[in-house]
């Protein structure tokens, strides 16, 4: 048996169209494993089914064939009342920190939310509540403000420290970053990559870009319309793509050089179109 913490075999996941009696396929055959304090690299443009595979892994699709397994128990088709224990171990971090967030509430009572859920007291609660903050490099005082008294970045982190509140050992990063600016992005990941070394989480990483993924991940996945078109190490991938596709998402990544952005949308203008 694998000593992979996460493993995805032969995934196929559809959606219901319209009156359509049968699903169509949308994520077709995809397998990989992500172990302990690694992180997997899940890129794609929109629609290529790499959020879907996210979502079935929290629960919140339902695979058409294949399987998942979490530390060697199959949790493909587990019912709501089973996966409840998982909620400790699985988390996840959204792209819209913002909405994600209650923002009726102090981010002392977000934290420690699934904390007293979980059958913690409030005392506990409030100094794990401490800890986190520090972990994420957000001052004391924010425990006592609300969502929207912090900027994007600072959101982010809230939700990355709401994330690792129940210690869990792999986190669904659904495009964490894509609406944070270059500077704020570059920090973010790097608090990321430091949480990982330090508690030896694992991370898949969901991303529609591919420098992005080149900067945290170990080893990554290309999909196209929901099947992998190459795959492996992360600098294999990135420095040696093979596939036109690959090539064409590394040069619509964004730079801040204006010169090197326009150098690099004209090579991209220059590569064939992606069959």
Known sequence: ??????????LTI???TGLARAA????????????????LGLVGESGSGKSTIGRAILGLATPMGGAIRF??????????RRRRPLARDIQVIFQDPYSSLNPAMQ?????????????????????????????????????????SEFSGGQRQRVAI????????????????????????????????????????????FVSHDLSVIRHISHDVIVLLRGRIVEEGPVVDVTERPRHDYVKRLFMS????????????RAALRALPPVA
């Open 71 to 80: 530390a060697g128990q199959d949790i493909t088709s587990l019912s709501r």
């Open 1 to 10: 048996m694998s000593g992979a913490l996460l493993e995805v075999d032969d």
């Open 14 to 16: 559809g959606y219901r």
């Open 107 to 147: 981010i002392q009572d977000i934290l420690a939310e699934p904390l007293i859920a979980q059958g913690r007291s409030t005392r506990d609660a409030r100094a794990r509540v401490r800890e986190l903050l520090d972990a994420v490099h957000l001052p004391a005082d924010s425990a006592r403000r609300v969502p």
């Open 161 to 204: 420290a709401r994330s690792l509140a129940t210690e869990p050992r792999l986190i669904i990063c659904d495009e964490p970053v894509s609406g944070l600016d270059l500077k704020t992005q570059a920090h973010v990941l790097d608090l990321l990559i430091e949480l990982e070394q330090r508690t030896g989480v694992a991370y898949l």
């Open 253 to 264: 990544s964004p730079l801040p050089d204006p010169d090197e952005q326009a150098e690099r």
């Open 24 to 39: 169509t396929p949308v994520v077709h055959g995809v397998g990989f494993e992500v172990a302990q304090g690694r992180t």
